[in-house]
Every structure is written in C-alpha cells, then in structure tokens.
C-alpha cells in the first residue's frame, strides 16, 4: 500500500481502553479493521479522564447507520456545522500549530473553541484506514456543550435510533449515545 500524506500511525488515544492496543473488529458486524485499505471510524466518549464507552465502526456499517437517520436531522446536522465552524481553516490551522499530532487537533472542542482540559464531558472521532489514522477531515472533539446543540436538532426518531444503537453496542443505558457524525 502507497503511504498516504495524511497518514499516522495510530495515536494511543485511539487505541483501545479495554485491550490496550488498537481496535482489530467492528463492533457491529466483527468485520476485520486490519485488513488492507479498510476504513473505519472511532469515536471514545470521556467524562473527566473516565472513558465512558469506546468503539470502531467500519464505514459499511457507518453509512448503513447514516442512512437510518432522517434526511431532516442529517441536513440540521450539516447545517450545524457549516455555521458554527470553517472545517478547512480549522483543519490548516491544526496542521500549523500541530502538525501530525492527534493530542493537538483534539485539545479543543472543534465547534466551540473551547479547552477540553476545561471540558466536563467530551467526545472524540477519528478516521483510520487499517494500521493508520487519516488526517484528512478528522481526528476532532466535541464539548458536551456542542453535543447538547447537535441532540436539540434531532428528530425523536433519530434520537431513538442512536439511543437503541448505543444500548445494544454497549449494554446498558449510559444516557450518552454514538453520534456517527
Ligand atoms: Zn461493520
């Protein structure tokens, strides 16, 4: 496989909390993430330095989720962004007081601004593609302040539907649900 220029090594960050070394399946479908080109995503829930829940989706099953939520809530998600942040600047300024460094692009909530050492809960996504993260669109956090702005903008639906998602991968309630943003 050609190196591409955005790609890293997995951060630790992105590995595992419970095995302590990076994600090897998808949790919905078992899919192996290691095999040559595959795309995957992760995203880590934190509550002060308490991971709350943590897993790896491949991007089959990715888009397969993305199609259960409504077109409204997708198109109020976008929008969301598309106000509240310039990805492009965000992403040149990263790579200029960060460089490859995935602790630097995520010590900020990326809607927000603000520290996420100040940040009472927070959540984490980043995009891999088999032994490697992209630093292409991703890796970014969000506040629980950005997160309350998301989850006001989506539907009873699409909130039950992560909420069903988020209670089957992880087992029991945690009121915190994946947002596969
Ligand atoms: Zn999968």
């Not at 939520?69 to 040149?92: A, C, G, P, T």
């Not at 692009?105 to 996420?116: A, D, N, P, Q, R």
Request: net charge negative; with cysteine.
């Amino acid at each position: 496989m050609e190196p591409f220029e955005d790609f890293c090594p997995i951060p630790e960050m992105f590995y595992s909390f419970e095995t302590g070394e990076p994600f090897q399946t998808c949790n919905l479908c078992g899919k192996d993430l290691m095999e040559d080109r595959e795309n995957y995503l992760i995203e880590k829930a934190f509550k002060k330095d308490e991971t709350l829940f943590e897993y790896a989706m491949c991007w089959e099953c990715r888009e397969k989720m993305r199609g259960e939520i409504s077109q409204q809530s997708m198109r109020l998600i976008d929008n969301y962004f598309d106000e509240h942040v310039s990805l492009i600047d965000w992403r040149k300024n990263c790579l200029e007081s960060h460089g490859y460094s995935a602790e630097g692009w995520l010590s900020h909530c990326l809607v927000k601004g603000t520290s996420i050492d100040e940040t009472e809960d927070y959540q984490i996504f980043g995009h891999f593609v088999d032994h490697n993260i992209d630093f292409s669109g991703f890796p970014y956090a969000l506040s629980d302040a950005a997160m309350e702005d998301l989850v006001n903008l989506l539907s009873d639906k699409t909130l039950g539907f992560l909420n069903d998602t988020s209670n089957k991968l992880f087992g029991l309630d945690l009121g915190r649900r994946i947002t596969i943003f």
